[in-house]
């Protein structure tokens, strides 16, 4: 007993009954109480079945969630069962989801983030990688094979976006490309912070052809056993188990075919992503509160202090329902969000109108700023009133707390977001007339 409580964490701080009730299948029985009059049947069954598929796998594999497991290692087990991504159908690599969309990659992530916040991290990004070479795959085999390494867990991917000296501007790259003669690029340059990028087998990555000059952005898709491709690791203490990489593009070529988007076609590329993203993000805040909240609920109504539950202390109960309700009603907002944006996916035959996805990207930004601002909020809150134990390795929620710190800065910044929600603002006033 004492060998198999040491592989699971450095010293038991929780006691035995406490630690069982805060097993993944209680959590997640939480978070299905919670959300059973909210879901419909299709959502629901989906959340369930790969809540089932995390539940195995955690027992079957002796998870224990400490931070020498290397979680790029459950990949291929997760893509195999179609839980790397649901965003699309994939019918075009004969994957053929007969659950996907917004709505079902909130369950997916539901799920897989209840059973590690940080593997869920890292699959965020190479849904960021997949969805670019979905809108834009031409139908090349070669585009479509690499495709389905990603979604089935084959490989990670990574999205090469931010540079060392331009941070969230996103548009003002300083990485170049020069087009040769026979149509493919030579790309020169840095990019920094990309989630999977020391790990992947392919990545998406921008450049310019003239720095600073966004009109002259291009898109491409890069093997990264190139020449001229080298990735250093950037370790980030928040999230240990997640690489992320500085890339030095140094005279790297890329043919013709892994062009997905040519000069002045990638700034267009590039904003398309920009809604899914976001809302990605939003999803995976919302998964960690939850998260938090069902850690928190439970120890509240096990943990007892002067002989009651601490729930029924009111600096306990009344903070903890107040995060409960406030996220309740954020869920509601991003569920509602979600659904309206499928069904405008569905009724415009796969790929939203570009004046419908520029009217979707001030709504995403705010959800994005919220939820970054509530994980924060929640996490620590949550972490708080467990004590130590909601500090120490024996939970998941030391996980969370840390996650939650970086929420505000990933996929733009707090201040880029409030930037473009005022700039939003401006033009909604406009258009009123007043």
Same mark, same amino acid.
């Given at each position: 007993?004492?060998?198999?409580?040491?592989?699971?964490?450095?010293?038991?701080?929780?006691?035995?009954?406490?630690?069982?009730?805060?097993?993944?299948?209680?959590?997640?029985?939480?978070?299905?109480?919670?959300?059973?009059?909210?879901?419909?049947?299709?959502?629901?069954?989906?959340?369930?079945?790969?809540?089932?598929?995390?539940?195995?796998?955690?027992?079957?594999?002796?998870?224990?969630?400490?931070?020498?497991?290397?979680?790029?290692?459950?990949?291929?087990?997760?893509?195999?069962?179609?839980?790397?991504?649901?965003?699309?159908?994939?019918?075009?690599?004969?994957?053929?989801?007969?659950?996907?969309?917004?709505?079902?990659?909130?369950?997916?992530?539901?799920?897989?983030?209840?059973?590690?916040?940080?593997?869920?991290?890292?699959?965020?990004?190479?849904?960021?990688?997949?969805?670019?070479?979905?809108?834009?795959?031409?139908?090349?085999?070669?585009?479509?094979?690499?495709?389905?390494?990603?979604?089935?867990?084959?490989?990670?991917?990574?999205?090469?976006?931010?540079?060392?000296?331009?941070?969230?501007?996103?548009?003002?790259?300083?990485?170049?490309?020069?087009?040769?003669?026979?149509?493919?690029?030579?790309?020169?340059?840095?990019?920094?912070?990309?989630?999977?990028?020391?790990?992947?087998?392919?990545?998406?990555?921008?450049?310019?052809?003239?720095?600073?000059?966004?009109?002259?952005?291009?898109?491409?898709?890069?093997?990264?056993?190139?020449?001229?491709?080298?990735?250093?690791?950037?370790?980030?203490?928040?999230?240990?188990?997640?690489?992320?990489?500085?890339?030095?593009?140094?005279?790297?070529?890329?043919?013709?075919?892994?062009?997905?988007?040519?000069?002045?076609?990638?700034?267009?590329?590039?904003?398309?992503? @920009?809604?899914?993203? $976001? *809302?990605?993000?939003? &999803?995976?805040?919302?998964? /960690?509160?939850?998260?938090? +909240?069902?850690?928190? !609920?439970?120890?509240?109504?096990?943990?007892?202090?002067?002989?009651?539950?601490?729930?029924?202390?009111?600096?306990?109960?009344?903070?903890?329902?107040?995060?409960?309700?406030?996220?309740?009603?954020?869920?509601?907002?991003?569920?509602?969000?979600?659904?309206?944006?499928?069904?405008?996916?569905?009724?415009?035959?796969?790929?939203?109108?570009?004046?419908?996805?520029?009217?979707?990207?001030?709504?995403?930004?705010?959800?994005?700023?919220?939820?970054?601002?509530?994980?924060?909020?929640?996490?620590?809150?949550?972490?708080?009133?467990?004590?130590?134990?909601?500090?120490?390795?024996?939970?998941?929620?030391?996980?969370? @707390?840390?996650?939650? $710190? *970086?929420?505000?800065? &990933?996929?733009?910044?707090? /201040?880029?977001?409030?930037? +473009?929600?005022?700039? !939003?603002?401006?033009?909604?006033?406009?258009?009123?007339?007043?």
């Amino acid at each position: 007993m004492a060998e198999e409580k040491k592989t699971k964490y450095l010293t038991q701080a929780i006691n035995d009954e406490i630690l069982s009730k805060l097993s993944l299948k209680n959590r997640y029985q939480f978070l299905n109480t919670n959300l059973m009059t909210i879901l419909e049947p299709k959502e629901f069954n989906f959340l369930k079945k790969a809540q089932k598929f995390c539940m195995r796998f955690e027992k079957k594999n002796n998870i224990t969630h400490r931070t020498d497991e290397d979680v790029y290692e459950w990949i291929p087990a997760f893509g195999a069962e179609g839980y790397i991504t649901r965003t699309h159908p994939f019918e075009m690599i004969d994957l053929n989801y007969e659950d996907y969309g917004a709505t079902i990659e909130f369950m997916r992530c539901l799920a897989i983030d209840f059973f590690d916040p940080q593997f869920s991290l890292a699959g965020g990004a190479t849904v960021l990688a997949i969805n670019p070479i979905y809108e834009h795959h031409e139908n090349m085999p070669l585009r479509l094979e690499i495709m389905k390494k990603m979604a089935t867990g084959e490989t990670p991917g990574a999205i090469l976006i931010t540079e060392p000296e331009r941070g969230s501007d996103a548009v003002h790259m300083l990485t170049t490309c020069d087009e040769q003669e026979d149509g493919s690029f030579v790309l020169n340059g840095e990019k920094i912070y990309s989630t999977n990028g020391p790990k992947s087998g392919y990545v998406v990555a921008y450049a310019t052809a003239e720095q600073n000059n966004g009109n002259t952005m291009a898109q491409f898709l890069i093997d990264t056993s190139w020449e001229g491709f080298n990735c250093e690791r950037v370790y980030i203490p928040y999230v240990p188990k997640v690489w992320l990489g500085k890339e030095r593009l140094e005279n790297l070529r890329v043919p013709k075919e892994y062009v997905l988007g040519g000069v002045g076609k990638g700034r267009e590329h590039l904003f398309e992503g @920009l809604v899914p993203e $976001r *809302i990605g993000i939003a &999803i995976d805040c919302v998964a /960690q509160c939850w998260n938090a +909240i069902a850690h928190a !609920a439970i120890y509240a109504n096990n943990r007892k202090q002067f002989d009651q539950e601490i729930l029924k202390f009111q600096g306990v109960g009344f903070l903890l329902t107040d995060l409960w309700a406030r996220l309740t009603n954020t869920t509601l907002g991003l569920l509602m969000f979600c659904k309206n944006y499928d069904s405008k996916v569905e009724k415009f035959g796969g790929k939203l109108p570009k004046n419908i996805s520029q009217a979707m990207v001030a709504s995403a930004s705010q959800f994005k700023y919220y939820t970054a601002k509530l994980s924060a909020e929640i996490c620590y809150e949550a972490a708080n009133l467990m004590g130590g134990a909601g500090l120490c390795d024996n939970t998941l929620m030391q996980d969370l @707390l840390q996650m939650s $710190r *970086i929420a505000e800065i &990933i996929g733009g910044s707090r /201040q880029i977001q409030t930037y +473009i929600l005022s700039m !939003a603002m401006r033009q909604l006033y406009k258009m009123s007339g007043i």
